[in-house]
């Protein structure tokens, strides 16, 4: 299946729009990487621990929608979008949100 942030494939000609379809994913950080990202906050650097975090979250997001498209018979999504929230008491948590157009198409 075709993902894509752009409203065209190049190549191919969108047939039919089925709907719209998103995915969301919550993902909690554990003490572990809270203490981990505070001494990164404090040194300078990026924190690897939340980034990994953010990229499963968003890898399971992604498949999702894919789940989600393939339910209405799309060979692909276009016009993709991201979301990224922090949720919970201490923003402890992070919410990542997709939305985008479940297609189908034919290869020019």
Do not use: C, H, P, W
Request: zero cysteines; proline letters at 0%; a negative charge.
């Amino acid at each position: 299946m075709i993902v894509s942030t752009t409203d065209t494939l190049q190549g191919f000609e969108i047939t039919d729009y089925l709907g719209i379809v998103t995915g969301e994913t919550i993902s909690g950080a554990n003490i572990v990487r809270d203490v981990m990202a505070t001494v990164t906050d404090y040194v300078g650097g990026r924190s690897g621990t939340y980034e990994e975090v953010l990229g499963k979250a968003r890898e399971s997001t992604i498949s999702e929608v894919m789940d989600r498209a393939q339910l209405l018979g799309a060979d692909g999504v276009v016009g993709i979008t991201f979301d990224y929230e922090t949720i919970g008491g201490r923003g402890a948590m992070i919410m990542v949100t997709a939305t985008g157009t479940a297609v189908r198409f034919r290869k020019l």
